[in-house]
């Protein structure tokens, strides 16, 4: 759960298309180009087109020229100068079985959609979740996974990319929109113990799928997955094994307060300034996991000495910077129905990663700003130490969702993900999933 994501504290900045706007369905999906190569067109958060080129982590935004032509400049989110054309052959559904990829200078390649995609639901005591099971092209049984993911209420039938170079590589794949998000019904919740279970019925629905190969089902967990997955795993025995991309094994509490950590360092806050920070930022932390309820006592006395600190300028749109700003009575009436429903804040993993036989890969971001995992590092080095089944990748300049950067004065700005990135991800479902 990150720090500019809970409720009333926090500062939201997404741009969200219309409905009338949003990209036709029936071109979503994935398709291998006639180089071998495997790009996903999905939709973002913010409801725009995505392409992704899983081999080389390349990845840009798709602006529309019709309905069936799209166009995309150079970075991670650029229009112009236009350097590829995609134009997608749709029948009388609206649904692209091909499309063809133009790239600026070079000659133009065809593509053909891989796998079968249906849309279908499953139950979780009692409550209905919508889901897309996406099958390959090869002959079954599966191997099969369930995508699990962050902390946010985005549809995962829509935008849980990853799945398409699964079934690229003869997985199937399971993604569904959490209860209270998207098509599902229920009350969305942060509550790890009924997310958990909710993946865990993901799983029985895909044992009942006669392509599945039943001996064969695992999970894969993103951000705030990293801890639901795990913890899925430890109660269902069907799991066979977990991968964990940009995840922590520490708590939701000590997440949020790396998280505003970092911003500080980040900004060049050092030394006994820092310090004299950490200790509000954890005081914030203390009076949030309580539900506004307690622990105000010391949180009011370090604002005082704080209220005229430098370095509250850094911590904009997070706890510190609401609580320091608002008194008491108006956060307690503002703030408690908007904080995160049932976020167990001091929950970790360690207990479970600690009793756990199942297998997992562990992928993460060296420069996480979001999830800050020097610690998940070095418990996870201890536990494959000690003989644990886990593995470790860490990627390089990587931040979280493996997404790389340039640095463009003070603004760190999007270039793609991180190269072999999808790649890694699938050679180790291929090594957890072998018989």
């Not at 079985?97 to 600026?104: G, K, M, S, T």
């Not at 593509?111 to 889901?131: H, M, P, Q, V, Y």
């Not at 191997?143 to 985005?154: N, Q, Y």
Request: glycine share 8%.
């Amino acid at each position: 759960m990150h720090v500019r994501q809970i409720g009333f504290l926090v500062l939201v900045a997404a741009l969200a298309a219309c409905a009338s706007n949003q990209p036709p369905a029936g071109l979503l999906g994935a398709y291998r180009l006639e180089d071998g190569r495997t790009v996903s067109i999905r939709r973002s958060v913010d409801e725009t087109l995505r392409y992704r080129l899983y081999e080389s982590g390349k990845s840009g935004r798709l602006y529309p020229e019709s309905e069936a032509i799209f166009v995309s400049g150079p970075g991670f989110a650029n229009r112009d100068p236009v350097e590829l054309e995609i134009r997608f052959e749709t029948g009388d559904d609206g649904t692209a079985q091909a499309l063809e990829w133009r790239l600026h200078g070079n000659a133009p390649l065809s593509a053909r959609r891989i796998g079968t995609e249906r849309e279908t639901r499953f139950d979780s005591a009692g409550t209905s979740l919508f889901a897309r099971l996406h099958l390959p092209d090869t002959q079954p049984p599966y191997p099969a996974v369930v995508l699990v993911h962050g902390s946010g209420d985005d549809a995962g039938t829509e935008w849980l990319y990853n799945s398409d170079f699964f079934v690229a590589n003869g997985f199937a794949a399971l993604t569904y929109d959490k209860r209270g998000s998207g098509r599902s019904n229920g009350t969305f919740t942060f509550d790890f113990e009924q997310l958990a279970d909710d993946a865990i019925a993901a799983v029985s629905y895909l044992k009942s799928i006669p392509e599945i190969d039943r001996q064969r089902i695992g999970l894969v967990g993103y951000s705030q997955g990293g801890w639901v997955a795990p913890l899925a795993a430890s109660k269902d025995a069907a799991i066979a094994f977990v991968v964990v991309n940009y995840g922590m094994i520490e708590s939701p509490a000590e997440e949020a307060r790396l998280e505003m950590r970092q911003l500080l360092v980040d900004a060049g806050v050092t030394g006994g300034d820092l310090e004299e920070a950490d200790a509000l930022i954890r005081a914030s932390i203390s009076v949030v996991a309580s539900g506004l309820e307690s622990n105000w006592e010391e949180f009011e006395k370090l604002k005082a000495r704080h209220r005229a600190a430098y370095w509250l300028e850094h911590l904009g749109g997070t706890p510190v910077d609401k609580l320091v700003s608002y008194p008491r009575w108006l956060a307690k009436l503002v703030g408690k129905r908007l904080l995160p429903r049932d976020l167990p804040w001091a929950y970790d993993s360690r207990d479970i990663l600690e009793k756990s036989e199942v297998p997992m890969a562990w992928l993460l971001a060296e420069k996480d700003r979001s999830a800050p995992n020097k610690e998940t590092i070095a418990i996870l080095g201890d536990l494959i130490d000690r003989g644990k089944p886990y593995s470790l990748t860490v990627f390089p300049d990587a931040d979280h969702g493996m997404v790389i950067f340039a640095q463009q004065g003070s603004e760190a700005v999007y270039t793609g993900y991180a190269a072999d990135y999808f790649q890694t991800e699938v050679n180790a479902l291929k090594r957890l999933s072998r018989k």
